[in-house]
């Protein structure tokens, strides 16, 4: 995950796979950070840093929350995905 698009389509992916889980509220969870990087990216200009940091931060803590609800379910292996994402975007807010 490293520029917005790659950010798109990994979030995508793992909405099509909540849905083909049938996780329909991690589905809206992903469905609204999608929908938080779309308008970020409708801009022809990039981003401002304290809008990058506060667009990453954010994707970050509602990734986190899902990670933190597939561990209550048993999920660890898609838990430890969605945490790595969060770290990941959260690294992302101070690095690029």
């Given at each position: 995950m490293g520029s917005l698009t790659?950010?798109?389509?990994t979030l995508r992916s793992e909405?099509?796979?909540c849905l083909a889980r049938e996780a329909f509220s991690d589905a809206h969870e992903i469905q609204n950070c999608i929908?938080?990087?779309?308008?970020?990216?409708?801009?022809a200009q990039p981003l401002e840093r304290p809008a990058r940091m506060f667009l990453f931060r954010r994707m970050g803590d509602k990734l986190e929350v899902l990670a933190d609800r597939q561990r209550s379910r048993g999920e660890?292996?898609?838990a430890s995905r969605f945490q790595h994402y969060a770290d990941l975007l959260r690294e992302m807010a101070f690095t690029e």
């Open positions: 790659q950010i798109h389509e909405l099509n796979g929908l938080l990087l779309l308008g970020s990216m409708n801009g660890e292996l898609i």
